[in-house]
């Protein structure tokens, strides 16, 4: 086998000739992560890794892949909600069921620097594969698992899905309105933050492992990452007894701060000082409504909310989201409007800053990706290197670079153990 400190990953020509950063440039250069996660939150950290340089292998169980793949909609045949999280890895086909599958696999956990694993608590300690075991056996190995519920507690048994985690988590009970009710976020939140978090706790592992040379256990739920986000919600509980309710699109403690109505659609106001609220009323034309007893203090705006929301749609009513925004803004006051995702994807600052970028696809073309939202001031390069892989289509290539002979390659590939190119697809 390679030793698991080499630098494996090239970094690809763009189609467009956008200059990409080296790999050896990249922050995570050098660092080899073995994903054997699936759908949502464990993909997600490990692409959050990928972006970062890291050689990041997907092994996908045969013969049909990670189950996202079937997820629609489509493009050109492709998942977009795969896509949109297997950026920069390369795909491996296992079979997962073989026992000489689980063997091989045993033996690239042992030969990375990082495995990312979102399995039921206990799978992988039944796939031969516990995490404690293969640490003790490689000191240096980093093993993040994300769950439902942790792996410990009364709930640590019980499968985890996002929308379940938003419920026990409280998210819903204050998201939506009195007449919705209970709400639940328009993506999946909980995966998400278990994701970033679980890729937080690797980073902390990885510098840590620098000047110890151990690795470690990393440890993220959906649950945990939820409640680690309950933010000030969370702390009016512990210090005040106070339940946070359904709070619409209003800011729960501070007004005028919400969604408001001007002449052609909502638009976002937050005035969220005493100064700003003055200098809304100016803004608006009705700077006597700053001395209305009702409205005089934030206590009062909260109380009276409503009257007070009424009073301003009144005025805004006459005229444009745009023309708001920009008086608004030129106030001090910040506002904007309310996209949908295609006009969030249009906007000229997206553009501007590099959020979306362009990678060749071998089916579907030209790709465009929401990248990792991280700035490197010593980074200049792009963030998408790889299209996400097609399945199996790296399966040779990165049984090769893990030290397997090629006829050791072909004998996995003849036994139906691995699967590549055309022969992993269903």
């Given at each position: 086998?390679?030793?698991?400190?080499?630098?494996?990953?090239?970094?690809?020509?763009?189609?467009?000739?956008?200059?990409?950063?080296?790999?050896?440039?990249?922050?995570?250069?050098?660092?080899?992560?073995?994903?054997?996660?699936?759908?949502?939150?464990?993909?997600?950290?490990?692409?959050?890794?990928?972006?970062?340089?890291?050689?990041?292998?997907?092994?996908?169980?045969?013969?049909?892949?990670?189950?996202?793949?079937?997820?629609?909609?489509?493009?050109?045949?492709?998942?977009?909600?795969?896509?949109?999280?297997?950026?920069?890895?390369?795909?491996?086909?296992?079979?997962?069921?073989?026992?000489?599958?689980?063997?091989?696999?045993?033996?690239?956990?042992?030969?990375?620097?990082?495995?990312?694993?979102?399995?039921?608590?206990?799978?992988?300690?039944?796939?031969?594969?516990?995490?404690?075991?293969?640490?003790?056996?490689?000191?240096?190995?980093?093993?993040?698992?994300?769950?439902?519920?942790?792996?410990?507690?009364?709930?640590?048994?019980?499968?985890?899905?996002?929308?379940?985690?938003?419920?026990?988590?409280?998210?819903?009970?204050?998201?939506?309105?009195?007449?919705?009710?209970?709400?639940?976020?328009?993506?999946?939140?909980?995966?998400?933050?278990?994701?970033?978090?679980?890729?937080?706790?690797?980073?902390?592992?990885?510098?840590?492992?620098?000047?110890?040379?151990?690795?470690?256990?990393?440890?993220?739920?959906?649950?945990?990452?939820?409640?680690?986000?309950?933010?000030?919600?969370?702390?009016?509980?512990?210090?005040?007894?106070?339940?946070?309710?359904?709070?619409?699109?209003?800011?729960?403690?501070?007004?005028?701060?919400?969604?408001?109505?001007?002449?052609?659609?909502?638009?976002?106001?937050?005035?969220?000082?005493?100064?700003?609220?003055?200098?809304?009323?100016?803004?608006?034309?009705?700077?006597?409504?700053?001395?209305?007893?009702?409205?005089?203090?934030?206590?009062?705006?909260?109380?009276?909310?409503?009257?007070?929301?009424?009073?301003?749609?009144?005025?805004?009513?006459?005229?444009?989201?745009?023309?708001w925004t920009a008086r608004l803004v030129a106030a001090g006051i910040p506002a904007g409007p309310i996209n949908d995702v295609a006009d969030a994807l249009s906007e000229p600052q997206v553009t501007e800053t590099g959020l979306v970028e362009t990678v060749q696809h071998p089916t579907i073309g030209a790709?465009?990706?929401?990248?990792?939202?991280?700035?490197?001031?010593?980074?200049?390069?792009?963030?998408?290197?790889?299209?996400?892989?097609?399945?199996?289509?790296?399966?040779?290539?990165?049984?090769?670079?893990?030290?397997?002979?090629?006829?050791?390659?072909?004998?996995?590939?003849?036994?139906?153990?691995?699967?590549?190119?055309?022969?992993?697809?269903?």
């Amino acid at each position: 086998m390679v030793d698991a400190a080499t630098e494996r990953s090239p970094t690809e020509e763009q189609a467009d000739g956008t200059p990409t950063p080296e790999a050896g440039d990249l922050p995570l250069a050098g660092m080899r992560v073995l994903d054997l996660s699936r759908a949502l939150s464990g993909p997600f950290c490990a692409m959050i890794l990928a972006d970062l340089g890291a050689d990041v292998v997907k092994v996908e169980p045969a013969p049909a892949g990670d189950m996202i793949r079937a997820w629609g909609p489509f493009d050109h045949g492709e998942s977009v909600y795969y896509l949109s999280t297997n950026r920069n890895k390369r795909s491996l086909v296992v079979d997962f069921r073989s026992p000489d599958g689980l063997r091989l696999l045993r033996d690239l956990a042992l030969a990375s620097d990082v495995v990312v694993e979102n399995f039921k608590p206990g799978t992988m300690a039944a796939m031969g594969l516990d995490p404690a075991g293969l640490r003790a056996e490689r000191p240096g190995l980093i093993v993040a698992s994300i769950s439902g519920f942790g792996s410990r507690g009364p709930l640590g048994a019980q499968p985890g899905f996002d929308q379940i985690a938003q419920g026990y988590a409280g998210f819903m009970s204050f998201t939506g309105t009195a007449e919705s009710g209970p709400t639940r976020v328009g993506v999946a939140i909980g995966d998400l933050a278990a994701g970033l978090w679980a890729a937080i706790g690797v980073l902390a592992a990885w510098i840590t492992r620098q000047r110890s040379g151990r690795g470690q256990g990393v440890e993220a739920s959906l649950f945990a990452g939820l409640i680690g986000l309950l933010s000030m919600q969370g702390q009016r509980w512990l210090s005040l007894g106070d339940v946070a309710g359904p709070a619409g699109n209003h800011h729960p403690i501070i007004a005028p701060y919400g969604v408001f109505r001007a002449a052609d659609g909502d638009l976002n106001i937050a005035a969220a000082t005493q100064d700003m609220w003055v200098s809304l009323c100016g803004v608006l034309g009705v700077p006597a409504l700053a001395d209305d007893p009702r409205f005089r203090d934030n206590a009062g705006r909260m109380h009276h909310r409503d009257a007070l929301h009424a009073a301003i749609d009144e005025r805004l009513a006459a005229r444009t989201r745009a023309e708001w925004t920009a008086r608004l803004v030129a106030a001090g006051i910040p506002a904007g409007p309310i996209n949908d995702v295609a006009d969030a994807l249009s906007e000229p600052q997206v553009t501007e800053t590099g959020l979306v970028e362009t990678v060749q696809h071998p089916t579907i073309g030209a790709l465009r990706q929401v990248v990792t939202p991280i700035g490197l001031s010593d980074l200049e390069g792009r963030c998408v290197r790889r299209p996400p892989p097609r399945l199996g289509e790296h399966s040779a290539e990165v049984l090769a670079e893990f030290g397997y002979a090629p006829d050791a390659i072909a004998a996995l590939m003849d036994g139906r153990v691995v699967f590549g190119g055309e022969a992993a697809r269903p």
